[in-house]
């Protein structure tokens, strides 16, 4: 197939790259209802916002098409070998290939390495404010697998990260399994978000430097 092709059932955009086949610019999709919506490229970047997607972003939004690059990660690590890879094909990138389905309404990013099917589907519902992302991992070896999977955000909650930055608080609800984030800078339509999983969530940080370290993360 060639690097963007249309399925011949007329109901999807496929795109196909790896480290040496890219697109020259990034293909984007925008998911949205009347108050809510994300913006998704095929190496899972763009951001997400609230009722107005320059004066009140969730998550930030780089000026730099180019490099597409995410202010949304979700990492795996095995955590019998330590293999650290990410779902986002421009992050920390391996030989596979990686492939973004775009239909009507919802994305979905497919990629097999490491003996693991990974694919995520991303899509904002009809009424509520809030993204989704399914992931589904599929392990093709005889042996058990033991994964851990993180979830990262740049957080804005508001127009301009620069402002915001240093003034978010976030606190956990472990009964309801949420993490909340507040804007206590003022600015902003919607000042508190949340993030959550069907799975427990067993750590988080607001450090980035603890997190990711002095190196960028690509």
């Known amino acids: 197939m060639d690097l963007v ?5 007329g ?3 496929v795109i196909k790259t790896n480290k040496n086949e890219r697109l020259p610019i990034p293909w984007s999709n925008v998911l949205a209802n009347e ?4 913006v998704i490229t095929n190496n899972m970047g763009g951001f997400t916002y609230s009722k107005n997607s320059r004066l009140n972003r ?3 939004w780089a000026n730099k098409p180019l490099e597409d690059m995410p202010s949304e990660i979700i990492y795996l690590k095995d955590l019998d070998y330590g293999n650290i890879w990410t779902l986002n094909s421009n992050v920390m990138p391996d030989d596979e290939d990686y492939y973004t389905f775009f239909g009507f309404g919802y994305a979905k990013n497919y990629h097999a390495s490491l003996g693991i099917i990974q694919e995520t589907e991303t899509f904002v519902p009809k009424e509520e ?4 992302n399914i992931i589904r991992l599929k392990n093709t070896l005889s042996e ?19 402002k915001t930055s240093g003034y978010i608080d976030l606190k956990f609800d472990e009964e309801k399994n949420v993490l909340f984030a507040k804007n206590m800078y003022g600015e902003g339509i ?3 978000v949340y993030v959550s999983s069907t799975e427990k969530i067993l750590s988080y ?10 190196r960028k993360y690509r």
């Open 35 to 38: 108050k809510f919506g994300t």
């Open 5 to 9: 092709d249309f399925q011949t059932i």
């Open 144 to 162: 058990k697998r033991i994964l851990k999977a993180v979830y990262y955000i740049k957080p804005v909650l508001g127009e301009d990260e620069t």
């Open 190 to 192: 919607s000042k508190n």
């Open 58 to 60: 969730i998550s930030a």
């Open 205 to 214: 940080t607001g450090n980035k430097l603890s997190f990711i370290g002095k």
């Open 129 to 132: 404010s809030v993204k989704v």
């Open 11 to 13: 109901k999807e955009y």
